[in-house]
């Protein structure tokens, strides 16, 4: 019953504050470092850093304790003359869901992920 109760004071709290994009950009960025940080690009390791980048990121997020669910994109390219562009488009809750996009590069690469967060309402 009281984790029942505390579920929905959670779940009120998110509904009021909305998402964070600070806290979320941060936690990414801090993941992103960790993994591509002091790396060149080589397109063996693109499945290794995306994927480990996706899964640090959405454990930090989850390790929060609010009441979202998320969904999280990570594209990793060599960097080049022609650019890299993309673009996400949501249909939601603007005072309750969010989105938070991070770029980064280096030298070698570019790095782009999205953090998509849906409130849970109970």
Known sequence: MVSVIFLLLVAALTFMVGFNVDEAHNLVKECIDGVLGGEDYNQNNINQWTASIVEQSLAHLVKLGKAYKYIVTCAVVQRSAYGFHTASS??????SDGTCTVRWENRTMNCIVNVFAIAIVL
């Open 90 to 95: 949501c249909f939601w809750d603007t005072t």
